[in-house]
């Protein structure tokens, strides 16, 4: 049982490249969510998906995208990066309603210059 | 909107040391209320959740009381130690809607010396 998978650990991205951030979970779990964590200022909420089929906006989506490609598999797409995306991005699941506690993936450091 | 406030870091105590880190949280329904530990260089861990008001959520020595009186979740242990060096984040779940987010404080870097 791996829980929560994010792959790569580490990426260095030029301005205006793009990039995938996989993320996968093998607990069943329906909710899944993509954090952001910069210094001073704790982890705030890029996207989720309550569901399978079902993606929406967090608090910080603009320069992202999702795909929710089915239940196990959640990913964060970067399509021109800026260097303000430089970060420590986390994936979570949650199993679903009445439980709402949150597990974490590794986490993906990402640097733009 | 909701939001959580925790004490700033570093927080550097000897081996031993009793342990406070406060929290407390501004909501307007009735959420969860979570530490969660990041050891260097990996993931969020949960440490310990409380679910309703006066529970007490314990793990690993640590502890927390869920108060709705003073809005507050603060993390205590009796004796750290150097494996303790850790961050900690206090959050609470927003339950309105479908989302069910995490909220963050900014969380308190602890460095406990031998």
């Known amino acids: 049982n791996a829980g929560v998978t994010q792959t790569p650990k580490f990426q260095v991205l030029k301005t205006g490249q793009s990039m995938t951030l996989q993320c996968a979970q093998d607990m069943n779990h329906n909710s899944m969510y993509w954090y952001r964590q910069d210094p001073g200022m704790g982890l705030r909420l890029i996207y989720y998906s309550a569901s399978e089929g079902t993606t929406d906006k967090g608090e910080v989506p603009n320069g992202y995208n999702v795909s929710r490609l089915n239940k196990r598999e959640f990913s964060l797409r970067l399509e021109s990066a800026a260097p303000s995306q430089t970060s420590v991005y986390f994936c979570?699941?949650?199993?679903?309603?009445?439980?709402?506690?949150?597990?974490f993936g590794p986490g993906t450091r990402l640097t733009v210059l | 909107g909701d939001s959580v406030t925790q004490m700033e870091g570093p927080v550097t105590l000897s081996e031993e040391a009793f342990l406070t880190i406060n929290c407390t949280y501004t909501?307007?329904?009735?959420?969860?209320l979570f530490w969660y530990v990041q050891y260097p260089g990996e993931g969020l861990q949960l440490l310990l959740k409380?679910?309703?008001?006066?529970d007490k959520g314990s793990n690993k020595g640590f502890e927390a009381t869920y108060r709705k009186e003073t809005t507050s979740f603060h993390l205590e242990k009796g004796s750290v130690q150097v494996s303790d060096s850790a961050v900690y984040f206090c959050a609470l779940s927003d339950r309105s809607g479908a989302t069910n987010k995490l909220i963050f404080g900014t969380g308190t870097l602890l460095a406990v010396q031998p």
């Open positions: 979570a699941s949650r199993p679903g309603q009445g439980i709402d506690t949150q597990y």
């Open positions: 909501a307007t329904g009735y959420p969860s």
């Open positions: 409380a679910t309703k008001a006066d």
